[in-house]
C-alpha cells in the first residue's frame, strides 16, 4: 500500500498573483533607489516599513544599516537564518527602464533589489503562516556586500547569537543562467577574493645611461609574468587560483628610468590551505622576481572575503526541493565561480546553501554592468525555492 501523500505545508504554495504583483512592486520601488555599500540608509527605511506593514515587530537595525526581524513560535532550538543583501554599484544605469535608477552613478546592477525583494515575499507569505514554523526563522537585510563587510558586521552586533542560528539560506539571482535554471552546488562556490600592492623599487636615472640607473619598470613587467607562475607552477592545478593585477604606475617621462612602480592586483581561491598559503607565496614570488633585475619588492595582501562553502547535506537538499518546485525547469549542480561573496562569513560558522536563481538566458548583461537586467519571472522562482526550502526545513526536518 502506497503511502498517504502528506499535505504540503501552506508555506510552500505556489505564490499568487497578488503575491507576485507585491514582489515585482518591491523589486521596483528598491532598483529606482540606490544606494552605495554602508549608505543604506533610504533602504532600511523603505524595508523597515515593508515589514511593518505585514505586521512584523520589532524590526530592528544590525549592521549599521542592516535589517532583522525573527518569527516563529520558538518552541524548539532550531533557528534557520534567510539572508537577503541591500547594497548598489557605482554604475550609471543605461537600461532605459521605466523604474531606472533615479540616482546618477548608482544602479541596482548585481540584483540585490531582487533579492530584498524576494525575502519580503517571503518573509509576508511565512508572517501569515507563522504557526508552521516550530522554532525560529531570522529575517537579515544585510548592508555592504559589494565591499564584503556587510555580513561580518551583523555578526560582530549578534546576528547569528539571538537566538542561536542552526543553519542559513541566501540566494543570488544569475543571469548567466535562464530563467527556470538553480544553481545549488555543494563544497566551495565562490572564491577568497584578496587584494594586493606590489611597490617595486630601483633607482631612478637617464633613459639612456641604464647601467647607472636600476629599472623599475623592467623588473615590474618580470614581476607581473613571475605572479602568473603561482596558479601554473607553485600551486595544485586541481586547486583553483587566479592572480590577476589590475593595475600599473610608474614613471613621468619617455627619457626618465623611474624610481618606484606600484602594481595592484587580485588573487581568488577556494580552498582555506591554499588561501593561507597565498600571501606568502605572492612575496617570495614578487621579490625574487625583482631581486633578479636589482630592484626590491615590497608587498602587502589583504582578504577581503574568505571562501564560501555550501553545507553538502543542506544543498542536496535545496536542489531536490527546487527540482519539484513550478517554475523550475533544471537545477545544476556544477557551476562555481572566482567571483566572491560575503554570506561565505555567515556559511563559514553554520552549515547552509547559497544557490543561485537563472534570470538571464541569451543575450543577457552580465552583473555590474550598466545595462543589467534581470528577468522579473525569476523574482517568484526564488521565493519559491526558498519557501519550498524553509518549509522543508521545519516539516522534514531537513537540514
Ligand atoms: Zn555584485
Ligand atoms: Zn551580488
Redesign the pocket.
Given at each position: 500500500m502506497a503511502a498517504a501523500a502528506r499535505t504540503p505545508s501552506p508555506l510552500a504554495l505556489p505564490l499568487s498573483l497578488g503575491e507576485v504583483e507585491q514582489l515585482t512592486r518591491w523589486r521596483r520601488d528598491l532598483h529606482a533607489a540606490p544606494e552605495l555599500s554602508l549608505h543604506e540608509h533610504d533602504t532600511q527605511d523603505y524595508v523597515r516599513k515593508a515589514l511593518l506593514d505585514i505586521g512584523f515587530s520589532p524590526v530592528e537595525s544590525l549592521g549599521g544599516t542592516g535589517l532583522v526581524v525573527r518569527l516563529g513560535r520558538g518552541d524548539t532550538p532550531r533557528c534557520l537564518l534567510l539572508r537577503a543583501d541591500m547594497d548598489a554599484l557605482p554604475v550609471h544605469e543605461l537600461t532605459g527602464l521605466p523604474f531606472a535608477s533615479r540616482t546618477p552613478g548608482r544602479m541596482h546592477a548585481?540584483g540585490h533589489d531582487g533579492h530584498m525583494a524576494i525575502l519580503l515575499a517571503v518573509a509576508r507569505r511565512m508572517f501569515a503562516h507563522a504557526q508552521e514554523i516550530s522554532g525560529t526563522v531570522v529575517f537579515a537585510f544585510q548592508p555592504a556586500e559589494?565591499i564584503g563587510r556587510g555580513a561580518l558586521a551583523m555578526i560582530e552586533d549578534g546576528l547569528l547569537e539571538r537566538p542561536k542560528v542552526d543553519h542559513a539560506l541566501g540566494l543570488h539571482l544569475w543571469t548567466g543562467l535562464p530563467t527556470g535554471v538553480v544553481s545549488a552546488v555543494p563544497g566551495p562556490v565562490m572564491a577568497a577574493v584578496d587584494e594586493f600592492t606590489v611597490t617595486v623599487r630601483g633607482r631612478g636615472g637617464h633613459g639612456a645611461l641604464p647601467h647607472t640607473a636600476i629599472d623599475p619598470i623592467v623588473a615590474a613587467a618580470a614581476v607581473v609574468q613571475a605572479l602568473q607562475t603561482i596558479a601554473s607552477r607553485r600551486t595544485d592545478p586541481l586547486d583553483p587560483v587566479v592572480v590577476t593585477v589590475g593595475s600599473i604606475h610608474g614613471g613621468t617621462a619617455f627619457n626618465v628610468v623611474a624610481d618606484e612602480v606600484v602594481l595592484r592586483g587580485t588573487v581568488r581561491s577556494f580552498s582555506k590551505a591554499l588561501a593561507q598559503r597565498l600571501p606568502g607565496l605572492l612575496d617570495e614570488v614578487a621579490r625574487a622576481a625583482a631581486a633578479a633585475h636589482g630592484a626590491t619588492a615590497e608587498t602587502s595582501y589583504s582578504r577581503h572575503t574568505i571562501a564560501l562553502h555550501n553545507d553538502p547535506t543542506t544543498t542536496r537538499r535545496v536542489a531536490g526541493i527546487a527540482a519539484s518546485t513550478s517554475g523550475v525547469t533544471a537545477v545544476d549542480d556544477q557551476m562555481r565561480m572566482m567571483a566572491g561573496e560575503d554570506m561565505a562569513y555567515i556559511l563559514d560558522r553554520v552549515p547552509g546553501c547559497f544557490f543561485f536563481v537563472g534570470c538571464g538566458g541569451e543575450g543577457a548583461e552580465p552583473?555590474?554592468s550598466p545595462r543589467f537586467r534581470i528577468d522579473e519571472a525569476a523574482l517568484p522562482v526564488g521565493a519559491q525555492v526558498m519557501l519550498g526550502a524553509v518549509a522543508a526545513y521545519f516539516t522534514d526536518g531537513a537540514r
Open positions: 548585481c559589494e552583473h555590474h
